[in-house]
């Protein structure tokens, strides 16, 4: 156990420590949690929310005002295609490793997780299609 | 995607969605135009007439895919471990006495074992020579199966698992599609999925 002057002199220390400072730095931190991203709704994604309203569009026939459904059934489209190319580069990490059986163990995990997202995903697509 | 004039009297989806949909996800050595063909071989099954029918088809093409890239994966996998079962059984071969098995495993069962893996007669001199011994190809590929038994079976779940999918989406493309759904009606579906099974496999 810490003696009460180790104790005071770690808090002095953890003072003067404010984590990354620079922009770069704090970037870099902002994704140490972040593993496929799948998490996140991609409907809250900037980076695909174009595509969502245009696919939605398409759903609802060119309409202006995509239906509540349209926009569900698009935003399940675009989280399938993720889900795709993620495992695609799993895949290919797999084979830059050299495609040794021993690393078939990991990526057979990494695959079993990015399968319960796209049982959701495609089921989420299939009940916004039959209500549109 | 690009197209060819034969494929798009066939079907030709709308330049937005193909921007939506972007380059497909491809690994390794695999080839866009192979993508491409079983793309098309998918369409001309389905006929989509719609956005949705294109979103089937394209499920269908990437289930299809994905099938054929584990294949592949598997088939790497039984060959990694029949070289492994191989190489320990290659010392067999070696003149009788100690002597002449570890020179054998120094200087010659390397080579062997390398040729063994990408030239056919040797392949086939060594298994006859190996049968002889008592072990037999299937004695070989089965040792082969039970060593990479774990990562095989995760593998032919994973295919099983696409192939229900493939054929969900298929139906579902049915439900959307009068035309294909009398089809679908009308034969077996292993005969509808026939029709692009080859240009993916």
């Known amino acids: ?132 | 995607m690009s197209h060819t004039p034969s494929e798009i009297s066939v079907y030709k989806p709308a330049n937005e969605f193909i921007q939506i949909l972007g380059k497909p996800a491809l690994v390794g050595s695999e080839k866009l135009e192979d993508y491409e063909r079983t793309f098309y071989s998918v369409a001309s099954a389905i006929e989509p007439t719609d956005v949705i029918g294109c979103m089937l088809t394209k499920d269908v093409t990437d289930w299809s895919w994905e099938m054929r890239r584990e294949r592949i994966i598997k088939a790497a996998i039984i060959k990694h471990y029949q070289k492994e079962v191989v190489a320990e059984l290659l010392p067999l071969l070696a003149t009788p006495g100690q002597l002449g098995a570890t020179t054998y495993r120094i200087f010659q069962a390397d080579d062997d074992l390398a040729d063994w893996a990408i030239n056919p007669e040797t392949r086939a001199e060594i298994n006859a020579a190996l049968a002889a011994k008592g072990h037999n190809e299937s004695s070989i590929l089965a040792q082969a199966y039970m060593r990479g038994g774990t990562q095989i079976d995760a593998i032919d779940r994973r295919i099983a698992s696409y192939e229900r999918r493939r054929n969900t989406a298929l139906k579902e493309a049915g439900y959307w599609n009068e035309r294909l759904l009398r089809r679908l009606e009308q034969a077996a579906p292993e005969v509808i999925e026939g029709e692009f099974t080859e240009a993916a496999e």
């Open chain 1, 1 to 132: 156990m810490a003696s009460d002057r180790q104790t005071i002199a770690n808090r002095n220390n953890a003072k003067k420590s404010t984590g990354p400072r620079s922009e770069a730095a704090r970037g870099r931190l902002r994704l140490h949690a972040l593993r496929h991203g799948l998490a996140v709704a991609v409907g809250t994604d900037p980076a695909f929310r174009d595509d969502i309203a245009k696919l939605a569009k398409m759903l609802s026939h060119g309409e202006q005002q995509a239906s509540e459904f349209a926009r569900e059934a698009a935003e399940a489209e675009i989280d399938l295609l993720r889900i795709r190319k993620i495992r695609a580069l799993q895949f290919e990490a797999y084979f830059t490793n050299g495609a040794a059986p021993s690393h078939l163990a990991e990526l057979n995990d990494k695959l079993a997780k990015l399968d319960r997202y796209e049982r959701r995903a495609l089921s989420r697509r299939k009940n916004a299609l039959r209500d549109l």
